[in-house]
């Protein structure tokens, strides 16, 4: 039989056009060698956030004090915090699973790689079995990037993010090497469970693509609870659990912990495409506005593009590529501009789009402490919103936030600049009272 649509990865770019494409009535085949869900949710946001939970829940529980709650001799175990965590996991694979049966894709479990292609067919091979196809969508997504640093490679003290999300006890403490987004995330949910943490970054900043007055509230919070950071300082090499490092200024340290996590990025995933060598790739594989690559009949969508890599930017463009085969119209394409991001740290960070640091706008900025609902739920918190407006027509073009649970109304901020609000349009949406969310209006005001 040949397919209409070959899709390589069962990711959420992979797992949206399944559906999307069988929903319109293609023949399509999904090839996934691990768990249909991909990193997003085996082994990225979905594992962490449910950790990341649990460890909300201690931290507040040995905090309530603060909201006239007493609870003494408060525990965890972090065993059962794992198992909730796979059980989760477990529940939303298989609603996956659940959709694409319902629209009747082919799931094929296995590694499967490209054969040969011409502008009427790809042959693929997975399972030792051969599948055509018309069309064919890479949804490859990405890897840890292990970097060239002497002692990482094959070191057990060597955590990546996977390792960290599988691993059954706590380590007794954790260096991190890397202040992104992983390294952040894994930060705050080591420190709320009580482990020693040593963020090292190579940049002057962590989270150096956020808005940095944003980020200098999390780093001052961060700082006084205990988690040391260290920036402008490279990993020069590893010795076991020894991380030798370099600051600017020329200054050696040695430091030391159970478990080394390595968190400086990620890479497109090209395995399996070997056979595409005329396929156009630079940090990942090049697509124009409609996902489609420099060759006529493949396309490709999530991480693998090494555009933005977040799961809600490639099941976006896994609509596009699907839209595109499908020739829909009105033609549709993704507003990069308008990408909403989240880093759940303890108070979370959201943001959408551009950074004070990239244009000269009027900055409006207000700390969360406008909103009632705010200061009852946040004891001893600023917060702060900040909305980015264009100097001569109004727009707002960004809006960056600190605060709980500000992941919970960036969407609001991303309607505003994906349809291109100006102030006065932005002050007529009425916002429920009382939550936290209406400081995005009080802040444009
Ligand atoms: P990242 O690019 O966000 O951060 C990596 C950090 O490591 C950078 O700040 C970089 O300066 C630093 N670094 C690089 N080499 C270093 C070295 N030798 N020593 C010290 N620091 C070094 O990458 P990540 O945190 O690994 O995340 C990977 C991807 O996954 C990102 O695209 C991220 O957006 C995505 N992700 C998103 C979420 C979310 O949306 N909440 C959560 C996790 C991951």
């Known amino acids: 039989m040949k397919y209409q649509l070959a899709i390589l990865g069962g990711g959420p770019a992979g797992y949206t056009a399944a559906e999307k494409a069988s929903k319109a009535g293609m023949d399509v085949v999904l090839f996934e060698q691990n768990a249909l869900g991909g990193t997003c949710l085996n082994v990225g946001c979905i594992p962490t956030k449910t950790l990341l939970y649990s460890a909300k829940q201690y931290y507040n529980a040995t905090h309530a004090d603060k909201y006239g709650v007493k609870a003494e001799n408060v525990t965890f175990d972090y065993a059962k915090i794992v198992q909730r965590k796979q059980k989760v996991v477990r529940k939303l694979v298989a609603g996956i699973k659940q959709k694409l049966n319902n629209e009747h894709c082919t799931v094929v479990t296995g590694s499967a790689a490209v054969v040969s292609r011409t502008d009427e067919a790809v042959v693929m091979t997975c399972n030792g079995e051969q599948y055509e196809a018309e069309n064919l969508l890479i949804c490859t997504g990405s890897v840890n990037f292990v970097p060239p640093i002497p002692g990482v490679k094959d070191n057990p003290a060597v955590w990546d993010s996977t390792d960290a999300l599988a691993a059954t006890q706590l380590p007794q403490s954790m260096i991190i090497v890397g202040g992104g987004v992983i390294g952040m ?29 944003v980020v200098s509230i999390l780093r001052d919070k961060y700082t006084k609870a205990g988690i040391k950071i260290l920036t402008a300082t490279k990993v020069m090499s590893l010795d076991g659990n020894k ?30 495409l070997e056979a595409l060598s005329d396929l156009e790739c630079n940090r990942g594989i090049v697509v124009d506005d409609f996902m489609h690559t420099n060759l006529a009949n493949v396309y490709a969508a999530g991480d693998v593009t090494g555009k933005i890599m977040l799961a809600h930017v490639a099941s976006r463009q896994a609509e596009v590529a699907v839209g595109r085969m499908l020739k829909e119209m009105p033609v549709q394409r993704i507003a990069y501009n308008a990408i909403p991001s989240v880093v759940y740290t303890n108070p979370e960070i959201a943001s959408v789009g551009i950074t004070e640091q990239e244009a000269d706008c009027e900055v409006r900025k207000i700390p969360m402490t406008f909103s009632g609902r705010f200061v009852a739920e946040n004891e001893g918190e600023t917060g702060l919103v ?12 960004g809006v960056h936030m600190i605060g709980n649970p500000c992941s919970e109304f960036v969407a609001a901020a991303s309607f505003a600049v994906r349809m291109g609000y100006t102030v006065p349009e932005f002050m007529q949406v009425v916002f429920p009272h009382p939550t936290v969310s209406e400081v995005l209006r009080e802040a444009v005001i």
Not at 187 to 207: K, Q, W
Not at 258 to 270: D, K, Q
Not at 387 to 394: G, R, T
């Open 386 to 397: 900040k909305v980015l407006v264009d100097k001569k027509n109004q727009t707002v073009l």
């Open 243 to 272: 991380v030798c490092a370099e600051t600017a200024e020329g200054e050696k340290l040695e430091l030391e912990a159970e478990h080394v996590l390595i968190s400086v990025g990620r890479r497109a995933n090209m395995a399996g």
């Open 185 to 213: 995330e894994f930060a705050t949910l080591y420190h709320e469970l009580g482990v020693p943490v040593t963020v090292i970054e190579a940049m002057p900043t962590i989270l150096p693509n956020l808005d940095q007055e």
